[in-house]
């Protein structure tokens, strides 16, 4: 069989390398931990840890568990290993410190555990935050093997709606969204004496209200240390904020990563993408690559081209073993791309940026990188989310150049020139200044910040979001007219869900359909119900009519799915024939559980009603601001705003243009589009918003 021909259509992409020292560290350096690792130091050191107890590291507790031994060596090796000692004595000195180290140094496997090793802990558990649920996770599972316990004893994760954390978790990675919300209950994180935010540059909405929230509870507790980590962060920027903290470097890397450009820039990145992975496959060394993509179609796209490439290729090459990895992914499924692929094969992780920072995908010596990212901007004045394609910053090229490198030396594969890498922005933009703030703004207030306009912010928010989210949840009946926060404020803010959602619940006991919207809103929580393979999106869309469809709309179709697949026990065939995501609906009845449990706990009475109208006006209570009315031409308008809007594609709506309805957010792609939409009588909102349309529909 002939090997695999590059046609006129997929021209080779060429790369050339980049001069070295290209990738600068680019921070003052103000406190030097230099690192070394030598075999003789190395020999001695095991030895040493084995028999004796380091003055500053009492490493004897971790080190000496069963199973623990076997990482001993790797764990030394590492870069941080070497600064440990001084890393230690500086941070047993100031309140606050920034560790500033190469990606893959150690920072986050290593550092938590040198705190508890020299007992710094104080009995009490160190809390290390990530900003996504997939590195909390990987990373746990990765210290419990390092200090040989099982996940949930020693070491734990907790992310939103799934902790292993036991009484005897000492170490517990966790999302920063998890913290907060620990905040809410316990204002000044009395169960931890050390805090790491890990991943700081990242600069997501919760690790930065994180940062003005802590700064607080350090107030009040001088004696909590918090530890700010980052490969890539603006150091300086950073001290400033935390009141000149000192700023200290790792230095070194375990494994270097070459990077190479392309010497013009791409036009079809797709294309670039699908032609460099099968270079990388034909040419070079084995290893596992991760490719850097924007989103799940263009992930679809590139797999099913591989896949089918795969199957062309002469089979001295070995398979293409392609794993997905995207947030709409069920975690279960995202886990895959840990996992190992048959000997012989070659696996291509095909992600968006949810695999970017912290993460070690073992195996993986290439990496490809789009440099492109899907952002969310929101405008607070359409109250319109939009997910756009947009370059990377020069913090997430080097986040994602850093994935390589980690168990071995590693390639780059940048498909962008040199010259557009230097055009880059050096930082992301902070989530905060793009994002829709109402979520954020309902925890702040339950945390007791009622000043949110003058909160300590590293980079303030722009006026109109904070007011957009004030007017929301004012509107929602959560702030009374002075700002504080209401009664019906504090019950909403006991949910981990969207304010409109836990609206929309608490409404539901007096309407006597608890039982319905714990079940609606557990669908819109879960990622993508439906499994819908590339080639099948119009048969998927052709049963979901014909199976699950309400004449009210989606949410009550989401409701069908549930009833249907309950009733069928989650069979897999069942689910398999339905394109219905088993993992998807497996986490949908973990939500749905846990929110029961949390209306328990809340005095909330769990009823069932079979009444549509009373389902629906539950939504109306919560999702009143999110009314659109069909236009003499065809188009809708929110009563919000007077952009012109469509309904979803995928809605079951699509065909029918009732008058009014309600959706459950507006998106912007090519256009703007009302997704999860339901027929609504307008007296409804009336009754549930008096004031608010009042003011509105006229
Ligand atoms: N799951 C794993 N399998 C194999 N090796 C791992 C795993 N997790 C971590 N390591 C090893 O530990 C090293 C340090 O990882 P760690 O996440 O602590 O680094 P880091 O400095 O926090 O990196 P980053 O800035 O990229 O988050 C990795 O480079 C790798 O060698």
Same mark, same amino acid.
């Given at each position: 069989?002939?090997?695999?021909?590059?046609?006129?259509?997929?021209?080779?992409?060429?790369?050339?390398?980049?001069?070295?020292?290209?990738?600068?560290?680019?921070?003052?350096?103000?406190?030097?931990?230099?690192?070394?690792?030598?075999?003789?130091?190395?020999?001695?050191?095991?030895?040493?840890?084995?028999?004796?107890?380091?003055?500053?590291?009492?490493?004897?507790?971790?080190?000496?568990?069963?199973?623990?031994?076997?990482? #001993?060596?790797?764990?030394?090796?590492?870069?941080?290993?070497?600064?440990?000692?001084?890393?230690?004595?500086?941070?047993?000195?100031?309140?606050?410190? !920034?560790?500033?180290?190469?990606?893959?140094?150690?920072?986050?496997?290593?550092?938590?555990? &040198?705190?508890?090793?020299?007992?710094?802990?104080?009995?009490?558990?160190?809390?290390?935050?990530?900003?996504?649920?997939?590195?909390?996770?990987?990373?746990?599972?990765?210290?419990?093997?390092?200090?040989?316990?099982?996940?949930?004893?020693?070491?734990?994760?907790?992310?939103?709606?799934?902790? @292993?954390?036991?009484?005897?978790?000492?170490?517990?990675?966790?999302?920063?969204?998890?913290?907060?919300?620990?905040?809410?209950?316990?204002?000044?994180?009395?169960?931890?004496?050390?805090?790491?935010?890990?991943?700081?540059?990242?600069?997501?909405?919760?690790?930065? #209200?994180?940062?003005?929230?802590?700064?607080?509870?350090?107030?009040?507790?001088?004696? *909590?240390?918090?530890?700010?980590?980052?490969?890539?962060?603006?150091?300086?920027?950073?001290?400033?904020?935390?009141?000149?903290?000192?700023?200290?470097?790792?230095?070194?890397?375990? /494994?270097?990563?070459?990077?190479?450009?392309?010497?013009?820039?791409?036009?079809?990145?797709?294309?670039?993408?699908?032609?460099?992975?099968?270079?990388?496959?034909?040419?070079?060394?084995?290893?596992?690559?991760?490719?850097?993509? @924007?989103?799940?179609?263009?992930?679809?796209?590139?797999?099913?081209?591989?896949?089918?490439?795969?199957?062309?290729?002469?089979?001295?090459?070995?398979?293409?073993?392609?794993?997905?990895?995207?947030?709409?992914?069920?975690?279960?499924?995202?886990?895959?791309?840990?996992?190992?692929?048959?000997?012989?094969?070659?696996?291509?992780?095909?992600?968006?940026?949810?695999?970017?920072?912290?993460?070690?995908?073992?195996?993986?010596?290439?990496?490809?990188?789009?440099?492109?990212?899907?952002?969310?901007?929101?405008?607070?004045? *359409?109250?319109?989310?939009?997910?756009?394609?947009?370059?990377?910053?020069?913090?997430?090229?080097?986040?994602?150049?850093?994935?390589?490198?980690?168990?071995?030396?590693?390639?780059?594969?940048?498909?962008?020139?040199?010259?557009?890498?230097?055009?880059?922005?050096?930082?992301?933009?902070?989530?905060?200044?793009?994002?829709?703030?109402?979520?954020?703004?309902?925890?702040?207030?339950?945390?007791?910040?009622?000043?949110?306009?003058?909160?300590?912010?590293?980079?303030?928010? @722009?006026?109109?979001?904070?007011?957009?989210?004030?007017?929301?949840?004012?509107?929602?009946?959560?702030?009374?007219?002075?700002?504080?926060? @209401?009664?019906?404020?504090?019950?909403?803010?006991?949910?981990?869900?969207?304010?409109?959602?836990?609206?929309?619940?608490?409404?539901?006991?007096?309407?006597?359909?608890?039982?319905?919207?714990?079940?609606?809103?557990?669908?819109?929580?879960?990622?993508?119900?439906?499994?819908?393979?590339?080639?099948?999106?119009?048969?998927?869309?052709?049963?979901?009519?014909?199976?699950?469809?309400?004449? &009210?709309?989606?949410?009550?179709? &989401?409701?069908?799915? /549930?009833?249907?697949?309950?009733?069928?026990?989650?069979?897999?065939?069942?689910?398999?024939?339905?394109?219905?995501?088993?993992?998807?609906?497996?986490?949908?009845?973990?939500?749905?559980?846990?929110?029961?449990?949390?209306?328990?706990?809340?005095?909330?009475?769990?009823?069932?009603?079979?009444?549509?109208?009373?389902?629906?006006?539950?939504?109306?209570?919560?999702?009143?601001?999110?009314?659109?009315?069909?236009?003499?031409?065809?188009?809708?308008?929110?009563?919000?705003?007077?952009?012109?809007?469509?309904?979803?594609?995928?809605?079951?709506?699509?065909?029918?243009?009732?008058?009014?309805?309600? /959706?459950?957010? *507006?998106?912007?792609?090519?256009?703007?589009?009302?997704?999860?939409?339901?027929?609504?009588?307008?007296?409804?909102?009336?009754?549930?918003?008096?004031? &608010?349309?009042?003011?509105? !529909?006229?």
């Amino acid at each position: 069989m002939l090997g695999f021909q590059l046609t006129s259509a997929h021209a080779p992409v060429a790369h050339k390398a980049a001069p070295a020292g290209a990738v600068p560290n680019g921070v003052h350096k103000r406190t030097k931990v230099r690192s070394k690792s030598k075999k003789r130091d190395k020999d001695r050191a095991v030895k040493f840890i084995a028999e004796t107890q380091d003055a500053m590291i009492q490493t004897g507790p971790t080190y000496k568990l069963p199973g623990a031994e076997k990482y #001993i060596k790797s764990r030394m090796d590492l870069p941080i290993y070497q600064a440990r000692v001084k890393l230690l004595l500086e941070i047993s000195k100031a309140p606050t410190v !920034i560790v500033v180290g190469e990606t893959g140094s150690g920072k986050t496997t290593q550092l938590s555990q &040198y705190i508890r090793d020299a007992g710094m802990d104080k009995g009490k558990m160190i809390a290390c935050t990530q900003p996504r649920r997939v590195a909390a996770v990987s990373v746990a599972n990765r210290v419990a093997l390092e200090t040989g316990c099982k996940i949930g004893s020693k070491v734990g994760y907790t992310v939103r709606f799934d902790d @292993t954390t036991s009484r005897d978790t000492a170490l517990k990675y966790m999302t920063d969204g998890m913290l907060l919300r620990e905040a809410i209950s316990d204002p000044k994180l009395s169960r931890y004496s050390v805090i790491l935010l890990d991943e700081a540059h990242e600069r997501t909405l919760m690790t930065d #209200i994180l940062f003005g929230v802590i700064k607080g509870v350090q107030k009040l507790r001088p004696e *909590l240390k918090v530890i700010i980590m980052s490969a890539t962060l603006d150091a300086a920027k950073f001290s400033t904020y935390f009141d000149d903290c000192p700023v200290l470097y790792v230095q070194g890397r375990q /494994y270097p990563v070459e990077i190479l450009y392309t010497i013009e820039p791409q036009q079809d990145y797709v294309d670039s993408v699908f032609v460099t992975v099968l270079q990388i496959h034909q040419d070079e060394k084995p290893g596992d690559i991760l490719v850097f993509l @924007t989103g799940q179609e263009d992930i679809e796209n590139v797999g099913a081209l591989l896949q089918d490439a795969s199957e062309k290729l002469d089979p001295k090459f070995g398979k293409l073993v392609v794993r997905p990895i995207f947030a709409a992914l069920p975690p279960e499924q995202q886990m895959k791309v840990f996992e190992p692929v048959p000997k012989g094969s070659r696996k291509v992780v095909l992600a968006t940026n949810i695999a970017e920072t912290s993460i070690t995908i073992n195996g993986i010596r290439y990496v490809v990188d789009t440099g492109l990212v899907k952002a969310k901007t929101f405008n607070p004045n *359409l109250s319109v989310e939009s997910l756009m394609a947009q370059p990377v910053s020069q913090a997430q090229a080097r986040q994602r150049t850093g994935r390589a490198g980690r168990e071995a030396p590693g390639v780059c594969y940048r498909l962008f020139s040199e010259d557009l890498f230097r055009t880059l922005d050096s930082t992301t933009t902070p989530e905060i200044v793009r994002c829709n703030l109402a979520s954020a703004v309902l925890n702040m207030k339950a945390m007791g910040v009622d000043d949110i306009i003058h909160f300590d912010f590293l980079d303030k928010p @722009t006026t109109e979001s904070l007011r957009a989210a004030l007017m929301l949840i004012f509107s929602l009946g959560a702030l009374d007219a002075s700002g504080k926060l @209401t009664t019906l404020g504090r019950r909403m803010a006991r949910f981990p869900i969207e304010p409109q959602l836990a609206k929309t619940l608490i409404s539901a006991e007096r309407l006597g359909c608890v039982e319905e919207i714990l079940t609606i809103v557990s669908m819109l929580s879960a990622p993508s119900i439906f499994f819908i393979p590339f080639n099948k999106r119009e048969e998927v869309d052709l049963s979901v009519m014909k199976e699950f469809a309400s004449l &009210y709309g989606d949410h009550l179709t &989401y409701l069908n799915v /549930y009833k249907a697949y309950r009733q069928n026990k989650g069979n897999k065939t069942w689910c398999k024939d339905h394109f219905i995501n088993m993992k998807s609906m497996k986490t949908v009845l973990d939500t749905r559980g846990q929110l029961a449990e949390l209306c328990r706990k809340s005095n909330i009475e769990i009823r069932s009603s079979s009444d549509t109208d009373n389902i629906r006006k539950a939504l109306v209570s919560g999702f009143f601001y999110n009314i659109a009315v069909l236009q003499d031409d065809g188009t809708y308008h929110p009563v919000s705003n007077r952009t012109e809007v469509a309904l979803h594609p995928q809605s079951v709506l699509k065909g029918q243009k009732p008058k009014y309805v309600l /959706y459950h957010e *507006l998106v912007k792609t090519k256009r703007y589009y009302l997704r999860v939409a339901t027929v609504i009588e307008p007296e409804w909102a009336a009754e549930a918003a008096p004031t &608010y349309f009042a003011r509105t !529909i006229t």
